[in-house]
């Protein structure tokens, strides 16, 4: 079974930064795609941002020169880089990993890590 953890989570002022892991249990070349979701209170969860196993990146449009995503596949490892925090960057961040081929993959979530932004 496909682990994913995050950790990195916590408190923050608005205006700091905080940065996110996601570790795997196995390579994360295996996955054709992983991404980084949050929920805020009462919201559906939304994409933050992904990026892909040959390096693509794609944020959206609130996060774009703010967030960073990265990976480190020596340590089966993706980072969410977030600067500049606002107090709308409050909810629980997800790591997601699409596990497999772009026409054929299985999805795995983590269990989420909190991130408040005090204004």
């Known amino acids: 079974q496909v682990q994913l953890v995050e950790s990195g989570g916590g408190l923050v002022q608005a205006g700091g930064s905080l940065r996110l892991s996601c570790a795997a249990s196995?390579?994360?070349?295996?996955?054709?795609?992983m991404g980084w979701y949050r929920q805020a209170p009462g919201k559906q969860r939304e994409l933050v941002a992904e990026?892909?196993?040959?390096?693509?990146?794609n944020y959206v449009d609130f996060v774009k020169g703010r967030f960073i995503i990265s990976r480190d596949n020596a340590k089966n490892t993706v980072y969410l880089q977030m600067n500049n925090l606002e107090a709308e960057d409050t909810a629980d961040y997800y790591c997601?990993?699409?596990?497999?081929?772009?026409?054929?993959?299985?999805?795995?979530w983590g269990q989420g890590t909190q991130v408040t932004v005090s204004s």
């Open positions: 990026i892909t196993s040959g390096g693509s990146t």
């Open positions: 997601q990993g699409k596990y497999g081929s772009s026409y054929r993959y299985t999805i795995y």
């Open positions: 196995e390579s994360i070349l295996r996955f054709y795609k």
